[in-house]
Nanobody, 122 residues
Framework: HVQLVESGGGSVQAGGSLRLSCVTS???????LGWFRQAPGKEREPVAS???????HYTDSVNDRFTISKEHEKKTSYLQMNKLKPEDSAMYYC??????????????????WGQGTQVTVS
């Protein structure tokens, strides 16, 4: 069973930056690491992902502002968020997909989830 733990959320003014971290218990056993977010009353939406080969995907609303990366030695993925906007406010979740098949932006295709970390932009 893969466990994921997020950290790095908080409150920041518009235009500021935050870096989210996600430590995985079984880094080598996952094919894709993703970040999703969910605001109150809305569906969980994809933010970014990175696969085993370093291929990344981003949703249009965060292009040129967010960067996803990973460090193999620390079994950790990161989401660097710059130029934050109020509409970025949400609970952010990291997720792991074990198998090659599946879509990067479909929440139900991921196998494991972290507890979430709150991001508030004002």
């Amino acid at each position: 069973h893969v466990q994921l733990v997020e950290s790095g959320g908080g409150s920041v003014q518009a235009g500021g930056s935050l870096r989210l971290s996600c430590v995985t218990s079984d880094y080598t056993g996952t094919y894709c690491l993703g970040w999703f977010r969910q605001a109150p009353g809305k569906e969980r939406e994809p933010v970014a992902s990175i696969d085993a080969y370093g291929t990344t995907h981003y949703t249009d609303s965060v292009n040129d502002r967010f960067t996803i990366s990973k460090e193999h030695e620390k079994k950790t993925s990161y989401l660097q968020m710059n130029k934050l906007k109020p509409e970025d406010s949400a609970m952010y979740y990291c997720a792991a997909r074990v198998y090659h098949h599946g879509s990067w932006d479909v929440a139900s295709d991921y196998d494991y989830w972290g507890q979430g970390t709150q991001v508030t932009v004002s």
